[in-house]
């Protein structure tokens, strides 16, 4: 069956590179936690991605990521956590995590170092296997699960508003989760390695930006690339923007978005250029909200006397 072959295929790619999300631009904290924090916001996220549209037992990710600054002794702290959902098939991943990250300023820019502790769940539910042999001991015949501890480590450098880069690691530990009580089935999880970067370049109305954004994933046996682009308008009431997205020999995208006091919502499709269909791509949706939480900016919550009045 032509579904069996799709996800094994999509598998093996998880397992090197977990989820490619389409909008992984929007996702900065989640790809290399020492984004955590940056900006002075609260900055929350949820994302769900349905990929492989029209074939059975299809994948889906689901994610939810919130950071923000930590204001002790100075500004330069920044902690967040995250759940994660992902499904395929008969296999279920769930990834909670929390991360803190240290910035200090280096350069006109900052410079930011962060960890993150990681527990990881596996399931594999082997009662929806249709096997010729249901006694085959290489499957399970009903569910089973696993947990491990896991560590992810990452290093950024952002220039002020204009441009950043960074590497981050996940699965450092390369954990093995063993499924079941019996423990005999088991589930190896390799490091994967990323690099991150991006530029927006303004114009001279200042409305108009373009972002450009990419992230490279590896572990060193295989890799995936991923470049988008973004138009965006900030107006005096909401922002909106609009973009292409590219990852050579796997996809292209689409990407829309918009703004309005402080609520995200994006939309995104990814068109497979592999032989899957154009049509069986991935729908993304990304919904967040941001809010400024940097108390000690200048001028902020200052009061006149109204004895001075």
């Not at 994948?59 to 759940?83: E, K, Q, R, Y």
């Not at 114009?203 to 990419?214: C, E, K, S």
């Not at 997205?245 to 499709?269: A, K, Q, R």
């Amino acid at each position: 069956m032509l579904w069996i072959l799709l996800m094994l295929c999509s598998l093996h790619a998880r397992a090197q590179f977990d989820m490619a999300l389409t909008n992984s631009w929007a996702l900065q904290s989640f790809y290399n936690p020492a984004a955590a924090g940056l900006h002075g916001k609260l900055d929350v996220k949820g994302v769900y991605s349905m990929q492989m549209r029209g074939f059975e037992d299809a994948p889906a990710t689901m994610l939810v990521t919130a950071d923000l600054p930590l204001f002790f002794i100075n500004a330069s702290h920044g902690a967040g956590l995250g759940f994660m959902n992902d499904q395929a098939g008969m296999f279920t991943t769930k990834k909670i995590y929390l991360q803190y990250a240290y910035h200090q300023k280096l350069l006109g820019g900052r410079l930011s170092i962060s960890v993150r502790p990681v527990l990881l769940t596996e399931s594999f539910d082997g009662s929806e296997a249709d096997l010729i042999d249901s006694n085959d001991p290489a499957f399970a015949s009903s569910e089973v699960k696993g947990t491990a501890f896991d560590l992810d480590c990452g290093l950024r450098y952002t220039y002020k508003d204009v441009w950043y880069a960074g590497i981050s690691a996940m699965h450092l530990l390369s954990p093995t989760i063993t499924l079941g009580d019996d423990k005999t089935h088991e589930l190896s999880i390799g490091s994967v390695f990323y690099a991150t970067g991006g530029y927006k370049l303004k114009f001279r109305y200042p409305r108009y930006a373009l972002a450009m954004d990419g992230i490279l994933r590896s572990d060193f046996q295989s890799w995936r690339g991923d470049v988008t682009a973004r138009l965006m308008y900030d107006g005096k009431k909401h922002k909106l923007y609009g973009g292409l997205m590219y990852s050579p020999t796997v996809s292209v995208g689409l990407l829309l978005g918009f703004d309005f006091h402080g609520v995200n919502i994006g939309y995104s499709y990814e068109a497979y250029t592999g032989g899957v269909g154009a049509l069986n791509g991935t729908h993304e949706i990304v919904i967040g909200y941001q809010t400024d939480l940097n108390k000690f900016k200048k001028g902020k919550n200052m009061h006149k006397s109204v004895r001075l009045l």
